[in-house]
């Protein structure tokens, strides 16, 4: 006897992920669609104008997009590097049960729950030519910096903004991986005589490394789409010293009214995004250890 196929077994799977699929379609498929389509025309008067690549070559060829593309690259390796480091770092050392430990990560977790606007506007504060920051300075006989109004110094302190910002979400995110090696495998490293050394390099680092490399996306994807620190705390000066990629996109766009230069330059920053997701899969995961 065979068996009846019932229609609606078959269908109800489709139908339950249909809404995401309609809605993945509609604001992420076609928006990406529509921006590459409209990277090869120029606005005008008289409506869109088809151009070809001639939006691509006056990218590459002007010096704001170069200066945005280095400045976001220098950004995206900053944070990710010191982001990752210094987590595993508050993570190692605040891995004991001690009642200074709690209280330490509750303080470091703060800055993660408040909004990017009155982070940026406080240190905006903290960082003006006579602010709190110089201020201190002042008082141990320090040379006062131009934070924010110096070429040489804006956009390490964006950086340190954001740094400061997201260290103790991702510290914590490490501190409960570390909490999560079994004892035993510390425990026989103890017993061999390993040292503390080579019981990370070869115990707790592996053990680490599946959320390491998901850090290392997250940060990654997350550093080149920075835009509201840099909006609020600079808007990309002194000159171009701290304009980003999502900042131009944003101002082409916005200010300038030429979308197809933003289109163009958000395709290229498509691309970017697409090749690192396929390194990191590709050669980075090779070094991952899932249990």
């Given at each position: 006897m065979k068996k009846k196929i019932?229609?609606?077994?078959?269908?109800?799977?489709?139908?339950?992920?249909m809404p995401a699929i309609i809605l993945l379609l509609v604001f992420t498929f076609w928006p990406i669609?529509?921006?590459?389509?409209?990277?090869?025309?120029?606005?005008?008067?008289?409506?869109?104008?088809?151009?070809?690549?001639?939006n691509y070559q006056r990218l590459f060829m002007g010096d704001q997009f170069t200066s945005a593309f280095k400045n976001t690259l220098i950004y995206?390796?900053?944070v990710t590097f010191f982001v990752i480091f210094l987590g595993l770092v508050f993570a190692l050392s605040l891995q004991r049960d001690k009642k200074i430990n709690a209280i330490a990560q509750r303080v470091?977790?703060?800055?993660?729950?408040c909004s990017m606007l009155a982070i940026?506007?406080?240190w905006q504060w903290l960082m003006d030519d006579e602010g709190l920051l110089n201020a201190l300075f002042s008082f141990f006989n320090l040379p006062a910096f131009k934070?924010?109004?110096?070429?040489?110094?804006s956009l390490l302190s964006i950086m340190l903004v954001v740094i400061w910002k997201g260290l103790g979400y991702y510290a914590l995110l490490l501190l409960s991986s570390v909490k999560s090696i079994p004892t035993e495998l510390l425990e026989a490293a103890d017993l061999d005589d390993a040292g503390k050394l080579r019981t990370f390099f070869k115990i707790t680092l592996p053990m680490l490394s599946p959320q390491l490399f998901f850090l290392l996306i997250t940060i990654t994807m997350n550093s080149f789409k920075v835009f509201d620190v840099v909006r609020l705390m600079t808007q990309g000066g002194p000159g171009n010293s701290s304009d980003v990629l999502v900042y131009y996109i944003y101002r082409y766009a916005?200010?300038?009214?030429?979308?197809g230069i933003a289109c163009a330059a958000g395709?290229?920053?498509?691309?970017i995004l697409l090749i690192l997701t396929f390194v990191y899969f590709r050669v980075v995961e090779k070094k991952v250890h899932y249990q």
């Open positions: 019932h229609i609606g077994r078959l269908v109800l799977p489709y139908a339950m992920v669609v529509n921006m590459v389509y409209l990277s090869f025309f120029e606005s005008g008067l008289k409506g869109n104008v088809f151009v070809g690549w001639a995206m390796a900053f470091m977790f703060l800055p993660h729950i940026s506007l406080i934070w924010l109004n110096d070429s040489a110094t916005r200010e300038y009214n030429q979308y395709s290229i920053l498509l691309v």
